[in-house]
């Protein structure tokens, strides 16, 4: 055949429909080819043009290939399959049960045993609840054993905000509204609130990001807020400060925490209203007075023992403390943060737990402040784990994100949550149904504390101020168990003060009322 009837034959083809079925993607994949060799920005492309985008189809479908092919029911970060599923049942009503034993390793070294009693008690009828408010506190509050940690709005959808503070009013307990200010979706169910103050000031803000203590006196006295927390640091980035992604900053958001729309929002590493533990304290002091003598308290992830001894050393001498301290543990959730700062900045919550307890027991202030704990608690068993370490209650985030649908997509600072919980898209947010979560939150929160109480029964404890830390085992080797009281030897009250162990002597006395020194 001559050249000319061969281009003849391709020219007829060209007008028949099935020539472009088989050359129509052909011809696009040459296109492509083409455009891989002469692009620089990816060498995997130059070298395997066409093949080379297989690599970019499977890293972005790997999280879901992960979550429900390869994993196993122990296997999954930060929460595994087991926790997730404990929740989501008693989250829908449903029994958290599993039939024929545990999954665990028992004889792996840093496994945690709570101790059950030869003579169990009865399950308490009555919840028991936590009275936060010290001597200088008029408005003291009873605070339940689980509630919602912080979690702001924008950071969260207004549905999630909604849901979660109807379900902290049918349920009767706390909701922390993180530091992103005081919306109308926290205010507008009527949920009892802790509202947090961070290095933004947002909801109290004067326009060049300082504190105004006339819009903080003002929001302070609504009847919803019940108590006002000071943020120090967060647990996923202690001394980094809050990020907030430009996308989700639109119009209501600005409106709420005084910000220019659409611009990323970063709170400030440090605070503007005091630089030493002395400031500190009669910062404190003063939010207190501010706030008509509601409880007022602050949460921090704690690194330096001496830094937090220099602020006991400063409430003694100025005779002012706090009503409550919240201890965010290192493992916390955050929308957004440094992969950095997530792994490897701050102390655990057991380490922080334990040493805030003990610094406060040591100094005498125990019996005046009340703690929190926060930092992956999602059972009853991790209720009971962190009473027995010191906390007089405990903060759950990610854990009632589960409970209002979260499927830990892990895709929370991308605007692109895809059950509407961590997202400003209103398309993606309004797959979440209000009504349904909330009393999916609700029953969460009750089934859990429910489990906690049964824990404390089987251990002879129908209370939780007689939890202590000898009723806690851990395997520190394959030989040698030992308690929490062992491996931290706690402090008898005032110990600190009138002559510190060894082991807490350098620091004691190292530590400055007036100034932050590690």
């Given at each position: 055949m001559s050249a000319a009837a061969a281009v003849a034959v391709v020219l007829a083809g060209v007008r028949e429909p099935w020539w472009w079925v088989v050359a129509g993607p052909l011809l696009a994949l040459a296109v492509l080819a083409v455009r891989d060799l002469a692009q620089r920005r990816h060498s995997v492309l130059r070298n395997y043009p066409v093949l080379g985008h297989l690599r970019f189809v499977f890293e972005a479908i790997r999280p879901e290939v992960q979550q429900y092919f390869v994993e196993r029911n122990l296997e999954g970060r930060p929460f595994d399959r087991d926790v997730r599923s404990i929740v989501y049942q008693r989250a829908k009503g449903t029994d958290a049960e599993e039939p024929f034993g545990t999954e665990l390793d028992l004889y792996e070294p840093g496994r945690e045993f709570l101790v059950p009693s030869m003579?169990?008690?009865?399950?308490?009828?009555?919840?028991?609840?936590?009275?936060?408010?010290?001597?200088?506190?008029?408005?003291?509050?009873?605070?339940?054993?689980?509630?919602?940690?912080?979690m702001s709005f924008g950071s969260l959808s207004a549905n999630a905000i909604l849901a979660l503070n109807t379900g902290a009013a049918l349920g009767s307990f706390a909701h922390d509204t993180g530091e992103g200010g005081l919306s109308?979706?926290?205010?507008?169910?009527?949920?009892?609130?802790?509202?947090?103050?961070?290095?933004?000031?947002?909801?109290?803000r004067t326009p060049d990001g300082g504190f105004d203590p006339d819009q903080f006196a003002e929001k302070a006295a609504h009847p919803q807020v019940k108590c006002v927390s000071l943020k120090l640091s967060?647990?996923?980035?202690?001394?980094?400060g809050g990020v907030l992604p430009g996308a989700k900053v639109n119009a209501e958001i600005a409106r709420v925490r005084g910000v220019p729309q659409g611009e990323t929002v970063i709170s400030p590493p440090y605070h503007q209203v005091f630089s030493t533990p002395r400031e500190l304290v009669r910062f404190l002091g003063r939010m207190r007075e501010l706030a008509g003598g509601k409880p007022v308290g602050f949460k921090l992830c704690v690194g330096s023992r001496r830094q937090f001894l220099a602020?006991?050393?400063?409430?003694?001498?100025?005779?002012?403390?706090?009503?409550?301290?919240?201890?965010?543990?290192?493992?916390?959730?955050?929308?957004?943060?440094?992969?950095?700062?997530?792994?490897?900045?701050?102390?655990?919550?057991?380490?922080?737990?334990?040493?805030?307890?003990n610094a406060l027991v040591g100094s005498g202030l125990r019996d005046r402040i009340?703690?929190?704990?926060?930092?992956?608690?999602?059972?009853?068993?991790?209720?009971?784990k962190r009473l027995v370490q010191g906390a007089d209650f405990t903060n759950a985030a990610r854990a009632m994100m589960f409970a209002l649908g979260c499927i830990?997509?892990?895709?929370?600072?991308?605007?692109?949550?895809?059950?509407?919980?961590?997202?400003?898209?209103?398309?993606?947010?309004?797959?979440?149904?209000?009504?349904?979560?909330?009393?999916?939150?609700?029953?969460?929160?009750?089934a859990t504390v429910k489990s906690a109480l049964q824990i404390m029964a089987a251990m002879g404890v129908d209370d939780p101020s007689r939890l202590g830390p000898h009723m806690l085992l851990r395997r520190v080797d394959a030989q040698t168990i030992l308690s929490h009281?062992?491996?931290?030897?706690?402090?008898?009250?005032?110990?600190?003060?009138?002559?510190?162990?060894?082991?807490?002597?350098?620091?004691?006395?190292?530590?400055?009322?007036?100034?932050?020194?590690i």
């Amino acid at each position: 055949m001559s050249a000319a009837a061969a281009v003849a034959v391709v020219l007829a083809g060209v007008r028949e429909p099935w020539w472009w079925v088989v050359a129509g993607p052909l011809l696009a994949l040459a296109v492509l080819a083409v455009r891989d060799l002469a692009q620089r920005r990816h060498s995997v492309l130059r070298n395997y043009p066409v093949l080379g985008h297989l690599r970019f189809v499977f890293e972005a479908i790997r999280p879901e290939v992960q979550q429900y092919f390869v994993e196993r029911n122990l296997e999954g970060r930060p929460f595994d399959r087991d926790v997730r599923s404990i929740v989501y049942q008693r989250a829908k009503g449903t029994d958290a049960e599993e039939p024929f034993g545990t999954e665990l390793d028992l004889y792996e070294p840093g496994r945690e045993f709570l101790v059950p009693s030869m003579a169990p008690v009865a399950v308490p009828t009555e919840i028991p609840r936590v009275r936060i408010g010290g001597p200088d506190c008029t408005q003291p509050y009873d605070m339940a054993l689980l509630n919602v940690s912080a979690m702001s709005f924008g950071s969260l959808s207004a549905n999630a905000i909604l849901a979660l503070n109807t379900g902290a009013a049918l349920g009767s307990f706390a909701h922390d509204t993180g530091e992103g200010g005081l919306s109308e979706y926290h205010l507008r169910p009527g949920g009892d609130l802790v509202w947090e103050i961070g290095t933004g000031y947002f909801g109290c803000r004067t326009p060049d990001g300082g504190f105004d203590p006339d819009q903080f006196a003002e929001k302070a006295a609504h009847p919803q807020v019940k108590c006002v927390s000071l943020k120090l640091s967060q647990g996923a980035k202690p001394g980094i400060g809050g990020v907030l992604p430009g996308a989700k900053v639109n119009a209501e958001i600005a409106r709420v925490r005084g910000v220019p729309q659409g611009e990323t929002v970063i709170s400030p590493p440090y605070h503007q209203v005091f630089s030493t533990p002395r400031e500190l304290v009669r910062f404190l002091g003063r939010m207190r007075e501010l706030a008509g003598g509601k409880p007022v308290g602050f949460k921090l992830c704690v690194g330096s023992r001496r830094q937090f001894l220099a602020v006991c050393k400063a409430m003694l001498e100025e005779g002012v403390t706090p009503d409550f301290i919240v201890v965010d543990g290192a493992e916390g959730g955050t929308g957004a943060a440094p992969l950095e700062f997530a792994d490897h900045v701050g102390l655990p919550l057991t380490e922080g737990l334990l040493t805030v307890h003990n610094a406060l027991v040591g100094s005498g202030l125990r019996d005046r402040i009340r703690i929190g704990a926060g930092g992956k608690v999602a059972t009853g068993s991790d209720l009971v784990k962190r009473l027995v370490q010191g906390a007089d209650f405990t903060n759950a985030a990610r854990a009632m994100m589960f409970a209002l649908g979260c499927i830990q997509a892990q895709r929370c600072h991308t605007n692109t949550c895809p059950v509407g919980v961590a997202t400003q898209d209103p398309r993606r947010a309004r797959a979440l149904h209000v009504p349904d979560k909330a009393e999916r939150t609700r029953r969460y929160q009750e089934a859990t504390v429910k489990s906690a109480l049964q824990i404390m029964a089987a251990m002879g404890v129908d209370d939780p101020s007689r939890l202590g830390p000898h009723m806690l085992l851990r395997r520190v080797d394959a030989q040698t168990i030992l308690s929490h009281a062992q491996i931290h030897p706690p402090l008898a009250a005032g110990e600190l003060v009138a002559g510190p162990p060894q082991d807490w002597a350098q620091d004691w006395h190292a530590a400055d009322p007036d100034h932050f020194t590690i």
